[in-house]
């Protein structure tokens, strides 16, 4: 089974910068990224990245400001937050969805919030 643990989270002033990171206990052979779930919100789509291959996907609000990263060695992935807007605001998920076990885990959250 695959664990994952999300940290970076925080409190900051609009237009400012977080780097989220999650750590995973075992391998990752799939399609990493991050979701986020605000106040009132369903949880949707932020950003997503291939293991290997490193191909990447956007959500189209965040495009631009965001950027997912990967590390194998280190088994963790990153999520470079720049330019931060109140609507930022959210619980922010790691995700992993195994290619081999067709199977999705999830990691606790980490909160951030953007102050105006």
């Known amino acids: 089974q695959v664990q994952l643990v999300e940290s970076g989270g925080g409190l900051v002033q609009s237009g400012g910068s977080l780097r989220l990171s999650c750590a995973a206990s075992g391998r990752t052979v799939g399609t990493l990224g991050w979701y986020r779930q605000g106040p009132g919100k369903d949880r949707e789509f932020v950003a997503t990245i291939t293991w290997n291959g490193g191909t990447t996907s956007y959500a189209d609000s965040v495009k631009d400001r965001f950027t997912i990263s990967r590390d194998n060695a280190k088994n963790t992935i990153y999520l470079q937050k720049n330019s931060l807007k109140p609507e930022d605001t959210a619980m922010y998920y790691c995700?992993?969805?195994?290619?081999?076990?067709?199977?999705?885990?999830w990691g606790q959250g980490t909160q951030v919030t953007v102050s105006s």
């Open positions: 995700n992993a969805a195994l290619w081999f076990s067709n199977t999705n885990y």
